[in-house]
């Protein structure tokens, strides 16, 4: 998983304030997943977008989470009005493509942001 | 919504022994692959198959893609230390463009 930096590594936030997640994608990948883990589970599908654009917003909540992947600079996760179910770790992965002849082409993981609710 | 049920959901065995992690659905995937996640880190690619009936050896790992690609299994021979982690399985199906994750298996391997 080297290669996709995602920031910060730990978040604190407190009930009400805002969270706001960046993930920078490997050299020469242009597309960005944002998954979401909460303790003792498997990593949960919220977000697929390429660059300014937002392809698969499936697995997000319907309020308060927004994702952007813009034409410069990192992709961000931004979570408004935090709330202590909020905390978990937010992992960012990066493809160069979503389908190659048909084949999923391998997707690399960040270290992950782990975001606490207080 | 599809599920990748894994078993067991926790091993914990001794250096040296071997084990078998099963990754099951009711769907059929256009591809799957393994990872291993360590505590406070992302989930790292180990291997990813494609054909139904597959196998692929990497080290002391073996993996198998069900020939209906609606399963997989993971071996381990001869466990080491090194191997203790998250295993995680995750599907790939040609309509869409996510990956669904199976619910994984905590494996400690002691010495």
């Known amino acids: 998983n080297a290669g996709v930096m995602q920031n910060p590594r730990h978040l604190v936030r407190r009930r009400g304030q805002e969270a706001r997640l960046r993930c920078s994608p490997m050299?020469?990948?242009?597309?960005v997943y944002w998954y979401r883990q909460l303790p003792e589970e498997g990593l949960k599908f919220m977000v697929y977008l390429q660059k300014e654009n937002i392809i698969d917003e499936s697995g997000m909540p319907k309020e308060r989470f927004s994702a952007e992947f813009p034409k410069e600079g990192p992709s961000i996760l931004r979570i408004q009005q935090v709330v202590r179910g909020d905390s978990a770790a937010y992992f960012c992965a990066s493809s160069p493509l979503p389908r190659t002849s048909g084949v999923w082409a391998e997707a690399f993981f960040g270290q992950g942001t782990r975001l606490t609710v207080v | 919504t599809q599920l990748l049920e894994q078993s067991p959901q926790f091993l914990s065995i001794q250096e040296g022994e071997n084990l078998t992690v099963y990754c099951n659905s009711s769907s059929v995937f256009s591809s799957l692959q393994w990872y291993r996640q360590e505590p406070g880190e992302g989930p790292v690619l180990l291997v990813t198959v494609v054909t139904g009936g597959e196998v692929k050896k990497l080290k002391r790992l073996t993996f198998q893609f069900g020939d209906a690609r609606k399963d997989s299994s993971l071996h381990i021979t001869a466990a080491q230390p090194g191997d203790t982690g998250l295993y995680l399985c995750a599907g790939h199906s040609g309509g869409g463009n996510k990956l669904t994750f199976g619910t994984g298996t905590q494996l400690k391997v002691e010495l």
């Open positions: 050299k020469g990948h242009s597309h």
